[in-house]
DNA sequence: ACGCACTATTTTGTATACAAAGCTAAATGT
DNA sequence: ACATTTAGCTTTGTATACAAAATAGTGCGT
């Protein structure tokens, strides 16, 4: 995603840790030690510090009361509140990516739906994760707004752990992959109400499947 | 803003660098040297890199190419695309305000434009600049929803040195608090349509001057 | 006088040390 | 037996030290 400089140490960590939580494996509520982490990356404090303190800017950990940081944790009022926010910028992403869409960004589109359904066939849980964010990613990259992009893969990041938790079984999955193709078709019409409807009643579902599973 | 913990000390330098760059008092472009900002603030490079890791994670510091972090600096075409997501951000605020208004948001809003209209016959630019931040954060708040209102503030924290610029006259000033007004009205119409379209127009309008004074 | 290389200085990244603030729990007193 | 305080242990925040990287500068050779 970025530029050419190679993965200084806690540009890796938090990468680890970001992708750690949004595949669900460090769950809302836990909480990081520095010092335990620090022995896990074999680095002193100091690098661990910075890479919390940065994915606290980010809204993914919280500082707890009186000390700690934890994974962030919502309730199913805040979660609603994320998810309207979601739903506004997700469905601006839509509309501008239906009135802009590129040959590439098609195809790039149809390529993470592509390793979604695979996936899915697969039955493998951690990768339809990472490539259900990737199909997201590119209907933002499809955009061609690195901002509105930015924005809509945050709060995708804050809420991973939430939606993730709704993957329990190969159905789930399968049915996800699915639902995929509709809204592909819909933002592909090149139809500014017909995309960002079409992405309003994806996040709707995925909102009411979310609030099921937490 | 936040809860009743005290300001520790990143937060206190992260809060007093964030307002120079919103005021412009740091230009874009501009290097931060972490050991003169250690000596003015009397503290050790620790919590100074803490905040600037912070600043950089919220984009409003950059990285530069090879070594230091610089306030961030777009050109015109960054500054188009950020403008275009923060338009439909804020249009979403507007609408949803619009449909949720309650006494103390009006009230609060109301108030903040007095201090723009105070600030603005009394000429006080950095006045003028606090009391329009604050009126756009009123409008924020009375979505209920802190999570766009957090994206909003972000936004405009990272133009907020090149929307200072159009500022430069007292007339500017007075200008700017008069289109408030309409503004103000669009929400308070209560009309979803309006509301929206009414700050799609203001953000227009502020592009405009934007850009002509970058 | 110009270019190149090598050195010195500044600056960043990481580690370590230390002090202050909480938490745990045990011991003492009632 | 229960509450309260205090002692000790964890954990965090800040400072300092040190090593690696990068820039600037200096001198040397041609």
Tied chains: 1, 2.
């Excluded at 919390?52 to 980010?58: C, E, G, K, P």
């Excluded at 509140?81 to 509309?95: G, N, P, S, V």
């Amino acid at each position: 995603m970025s530029s050419t400089t190679k993965p200084s140490t806690v540009q890796r960590i938090e990468a680890v840790l970001t992708d750690e939580i949004s595949i669900g494996e460090l769950k809302p509520g836990m909480r990081l030690d520095e010092a335990k982490l620090a022995e896990r990356f074999g680095v002193s404090r100091t690098p661990i510090r910075e890479a919390l303190s940065r994915l606290t800017a980010q809204g993914i950990l919280i500082p707890g009361e009186k000390r700690g940081v934890f994974v962030a944790e919502y309730s199913r009022e805040e979660l609603a509140q994320i998810f309207e926010a979601m739903h506004e910028i997700e469905a601006a992403c839509a509309r501008i990516a239906s009135q802009r869409l590129s040959l590439l960004a098609r195809t790039e589109i149809e390529f993470a739906q592509a390793e979604c359904i695979s996936a899915a066939k697969a039955g493998d849980r951690a990768a339809y994760l990472r490539a259900n964010e990737a199909f997201h990613l590119a209907i933002y990259k499809a955009t061609g707004n690195p901002y509105m992009a930015e924005i809509a893969t945050e709060f995708r990041r804050r809420t991973g752990p939430f939606r993730a938790k709704k993957f329990a079984t190969k159905e789930d999955l399968a049915r996800s992959a699915e639902s995929h193709r509709e809204l592909i078709d819909n933002i592909f019409s090149e139809d500014s109400a017909t995309a960002s409807n079409g992405m309003r009643s994806h996040m709707t579902e995925s909102f009411v499947e979310t609030l099921k599973a937490n």
